[in-house]
């Protein structure tokens, strides 16, 4: 090997031609033999291979802790996720369990009875028909927390879901403010007041609602690869 090197420094140093530096490196081929040459060239191929091995292994070593670190925050990104679509169908429910109890005062056989002017009794539970008006401004609040809510995850939802969502929450926020509306009219009675109060949450149609919590629940089950029901 030492040998070769000093021959093609010395042919570098007289400035042969190309045609003299093959006829060179074939006389010394000749002269030293094929095995001396062949081992030459693998003793440079085994030190270029084993550099880029190292290399290879620095770049190996990169990419898999880049590759952890993306496993990392893809895992946490899932599991807010997974979150917020809990929180989205808690609040969905929530929502309709208002407009339930809302709407089943119309089928209380004591509304034309009642007078709404005294105050419930303090152990009275809070859905008795004389707190009406109450759970209609604990909705409202509701409502209005529940769109912020939504508004501040939105990118956690699709568009049509996004859109969906907000046209219920347009909805209930306009029905409660039907029903606001003539919880303060004075003009009408306090009985007057919470029987048209009952026919508004009565005669509201959910199928919007219902439509946009199935959207939901079923993207919530594809997420978790959860069958989907038939």
Not at 143 to 151: G, Q, S
Not at 180 to 193: A, G, H, N, Q
């Amino acid at each position: 090997m030492d040998i070769i090197k000093t021959v093609f420094e010395w042919i570098s140093i007289i400035g042969g031609g190309i045609a003299g530096v093959f006829a060179i490196v074939l006389t010394i081929a000749k002269f030293l033999g094929k095995n001396f040459i062949d081992e030459w060239f693998d003793r440079r191929n085994r030190k270029y291979q084993a550099r880029l091995d190292k290399e290879l292994a620095g770049y190996k070593s990169e990419l898999d802790t880049k590759l952890e670190v993306l496993k990392i925050s893809y895992g946490n990104v899932f599991s807010e996720r997974i979150n917020v679509f809990k929180e989205a169908c808690i609040r969905m429910q929530k929502i309709d369990s208002y407009c339930n109890i809302l709407a089943a005062y119309q089928n209380y056989d004591c509304k034309d009875n009642v007078d709404y002017e005294k105050s419930c009794s303090s152990d009275c539970h809070k859905g008795c028909i004389v707190n009406y008006s109450k759970v209609v401004f604990e909705m409202r609040d509701y409502l209005v927390d529940t769109d912020n809510w939504f508004m501040s995850n939105e990118f956690f939802f699709s568009l049509d879901q996004f859109e969906d969502i907000l046209n219920v929450c347009l909805e209930f926020l306009t029905l409660l403010n039907e029903a606001i509306d003539v919880v303060r009219d004075l003009s009408l009675s306090e009985k007057e007041r919470a029987i048209k109060c009952f026919d508004i949450f009565a005669e509201f149609k959910m199928d919007k609602y219902r439509v946009a919590r199935e959207r939901l629940i079923e993207t919530f089950r594809r997420t978790l690869n959860v069958p989907l029901l038939s």
